[in-house]
């Protein structure tokens, strides 16, 4: 596609020809280069983080004004609105309220574990209340952020110009703490996304040590040393340690991390649980908020109430049901419905070297940090080494005029270029003879010679140490070894702000089952199905059917009792099973919803039949020809509302009967009314299949079957409502083996072919 040419018209109506025209451009190429650019400008200057200092550009422009401003920790606090207006007025060209969000996040105690900036006024709190504006708050720099500015003055990195080319700003800070892995860093880019939490800086000091011992050490040595996430907020994470160590390797995966509680007795047998640590980057109230959503929808039946009681720290007040409710289910219910329980994402997306974004793993991290350090130290100890040159230099010459006192006092005195005759009598360099005409008569003294005599010597010292750091690769990486170690000091374990706040642990084992009853309040309920697929709930046991009411043309096909906790397993002439938890049945107003608004029912099956499932029992499975199996109850859960193929049957064949496999005999009735019984240990035991031919029919097929115990005979129902009941002895003209045609049913059976 192409943008054509738009001629202007040769008489443009001043009398003149105009040539001009607009230029055509292919359009696919001018996005492509547009967007390029867009994209780039937003993976480098604004979502992802420089792997050496961890910051992004608009944190970094934020602690640079900082220092400008001689904010240091030891310094009074200035206004907000200071800082904010020198930022985007010198450095950051963007609206004022994003940086002043960047701002404030870097002082908030639960959002960075280790603050950059010191606030004084509201900076907003954990429930999510917004800071207050940038006209009332006050803020310096903190110890952390000096360390990532440390050695800035002493060319430790370049500077480039800023946008409007009228002052400097530093590509990178010097970095000295390790504010990447410490602080850690989220951002969304184009085509690709940041996603780091904060961790331990003692323990990352640790693993860089043992990394400059050891560069190719692996990721399961350095989780050692970084056991994982250290978040602001706490908590404990669950995983396991080879999926941290695999996350650390890949750069990608993710962390659970569930909130801290302890169980409080309240005595006679009661107890209250706090809540006393919250996941990282979880918002206090909303999370009150879910849970008394939740309680009033009564998904937590074992919970009663929700109290908060947090001041300064958390303390949210879980108080049970009653006190017979186990605490870790009902915890167990919690972490699944609410965000006591969450997922940290891990994506160590970074630019590498600040131009290359990449996905690193935790090695890549720390051994791009050493070599920063190590650059650092190279150019702040080259920098060191020319001052001290030049300040030898001085002293040189400081030191010949002191030597030859009178000669100097003369060639001042009367010479018409002192200078010139200085450096031509001596032999000094134009900076000797600078400073020795710059001197001050005070400094002729005695004493002040002995000082540079002094200093003199020093400096040299200095020097030959510093050359002799900047020819060996080791004396350099003992050095930045030392200086981690004093970072590690600085933060370690034993201090206030180093001790580690996330703790590990392992999730405790409970059966699925009972935590999905436990989010489920338990009440009788009493399940219809009619004979055209409508589904409903009542509410409560009801002891007579007959008062039910359909839609004009349907009847009840089936009723029983439940519980809103239980299962209820559908079975449907296409030989599938559908599992319905019961508190998601339609209610009881109206005539409720069609059965395949619930579950993924094929449009040509219907419902043989419906019933409440019980764990550990049997079910007889058969088909319209008179195959079947025996197959585990449990075997037929279908975790999906497409259901599970357990009978296999194909047009016109069709499932015809699912009934209970409690007994060691098997009585079929066929549709010719004849009856046979056999043991049931001729019938198979699978989980999915055709089944075994049961009873033989020359028409038709069958029409009914009961398994039951020999011993206490079989029985049935007639529409009269009485029992009938056939001894083992009455039986024996009926009994044979699978697949015989059997004989006419006993009198009494019912006429319509059916035991009950």
């Known amino acids: ?241 080879q999926s941290i160590v695999e996350a650390y390797s890949t750069g990608k995966g993710g962390f659970r991390v569930r909130a801290s509680w302890i169980k409080e007795d309240r005595g006679r047998g009661g107890y209250q649980i706090i809540v006393t640590e919250i996941p990282y980057s979880v918002q206090k109230s909303r999370l009150i908020e879910k849970i008394a959503e939740l309680l009033q929808n009564r998904r937590l039946p074992l919970l009663g109430d ?135 008569l005070r400094s002729l003294r005695k004493l002040e010679e002995l000082e540079i005599k002094t200093e003199f010597d020093g400096l040299s010292e200095e020097k030959s140490s510093i050359e002799e750091l900047l020819a060996s690769e080791e004396k350099q990486w003992a050095t930045v070894k030392w200086q981690i170690s004093e970072v590690k000091k600085q933060f370690g374990p034993d201090t206030e702000l180093g001790r580690r706040r996330t703790t590990f642990g392992v999730a405790p084992e409970h059966d699925l089952e009972a935590i999905n009853q436990a989010m489920i309040e338990k009440e009788p309920v009493t399940v219809v199905i009619s004979e055209k697929g409508w589904m409903r709930a009542l509410k409560g046991h009801l002891a007579d059917f007959s008062a039910l009411t359909f839609k004009e043309g349907d009847n009840l096909k089936s009723a029983f009792h439940a519980e809103t906790i239980d299962k209820l397993l559908l079975f449907t002439t296409g030989g599938k099973f559908y599992t319905v938890n019961v508190d998601k049945l339609p209610g009881g107003r109206g005539h409720g919803e069609p059965v395949r608004v619930v579950i993924d029912m094929d449009n040509d099956a219907d419902i043989v039949s419906a019933f409440k499932y019980h764990a550990g029992r049997k079910l007889l499975v058969a088909s319209t020809l008179g195959n079947g199996f025996i197959v585990e109850e449990d075997e037929v859960i279908a975790n999906t509302r497409k259901g599970k193929q357990v009978l296999n049957v194909k047009l016109p064949v069709e499932a015809a009967l699912c009934v209970v496999a409690a007994g060691d005999m098997i009585a079929v009735v066929g549709e010719n009314r004849k009856m046979l019984c056999f043991p049931a240990s001729q019938i198979a035991r699978m989980a999915r299949g055709k089944g075994v031919r049961m009873q033989k029919y020359k028409d038709g097929g069958i029409k009914d079957a009961r398994v039951f115990d020999l011993d206490e005979g079989l029985s049935w129902q007639d529409s009269a409502g009485r029992t009938h009941i056939r001894s083992k002895d009455e039986l024996k003209e009926w009994m044979g083996d699978r697949a015989q045609a059997g004989r006419l049913v006993p009198k009494g059976f019912p006429r319509g072919g059916r035991f009950s």
Not at 88 to 107: C, E, M, N, T, W
Not at 166 to 172: G, I, R
Not at 343 to 357: A, F, Q
Not at 382 to 390: D, F, G, S, T
């Open 1 to 241: 596609m192409c943008m054509g040419k738009n001629l202007i018209p040769p008489d443009s109506g001043d009398g003149k020809d105009n040539d001009s025209f607009i230029e055509g451009v292919d359009l696919k190429s001018a996005l492509e280069e547009r967007y390029l650019a867009y994209a780039l400008s937003t993976i480098m200057g604004r979502a992802l983080p420089d792997v050496r200092d961890g910051l992004k550009p608009v944190h970094r422009r934020i602690l640079h004004a900082m220092r400008v401003l001689k904010l240091d920790p030891n310094a009074g606090f200035k206004k907000c609105a200071r800082i904010v207006g020198d930022v985007i007025g010198k450095f950051h060209p963007h609206g004022d309220q994003s940086v002043y969000d960047a701002l404030v996040r870097l002082a908030q105690e639960f959002a960075v574990r280790y603050p950059l900036v010191d606030g004084q006024g509201n900076f907003g709190n954990i429930d999510g209340d917004n800071a207050a504006a940038m006209r009332y708050t006050e803020a310096r720099m903190t110890e952390v952020a000096t360390l990532l500015l440390q050695g800035i003055e002493e060319d430790a990195v370049d500077f480039r110009e800023t946008y409007d080319g009228e002052d400097e700003e530093p590509v990178v800070l010097p970095g000295a703490f390790p504010n990447l892995l410490a602080n850690g860093s989220s951002g969304i880019a184009v085509g690709m996304a940041t996603s780091i939490p904060p961790h331990n800086a003692a323990e990352l000091c640790e693993a860089a040590i043992h990394l400059i011992k050891h560069p190719n050490a692996s990721i399961d040595t350095l989780v050692g040393y970084v056991k994982g996430p250290d978040f602001p907020t706490g908590g404990m994470i669950t995983d396991e340690r």
């Open 306 to 440: 929700v109290i908060d009681e947090s001041a300064e720290d958390i303390r949210l007040v879980l108080e049970p049901k009653s006190r017979a409710v186990d605490p870790e289910l009902l915890m167990e219910s919690l972490f699944k419905l609410t965000d006591l329980e969450s997922r940290v994402p891990l994506n160590m997306n970074v630019l590498s070297g600040g131009k290359i974004p990449r996905v690193m793993s935790l090695r890549d991290i720390l051994n791009e940090w050493l070599a920063h350090r190590r650059e650092v130290l190279c150019r702040r100890s080259r920098h060191r080494l020319a001052k001290i040159e030049r300040r030898l230099e001085i002293l040189g010459g400081f030191l010949v005029a002191y030597l030859n006192l009178d000669e100097v006092i003369r060639i001042i005195r009367f010479e018409d270029e002192p200078k010139a005759e200085l450096m031509k009598t001596f032999s000094l360099s134009e900076l000797q003879a600078e400073s020795i005409l710059n001197m001050r």
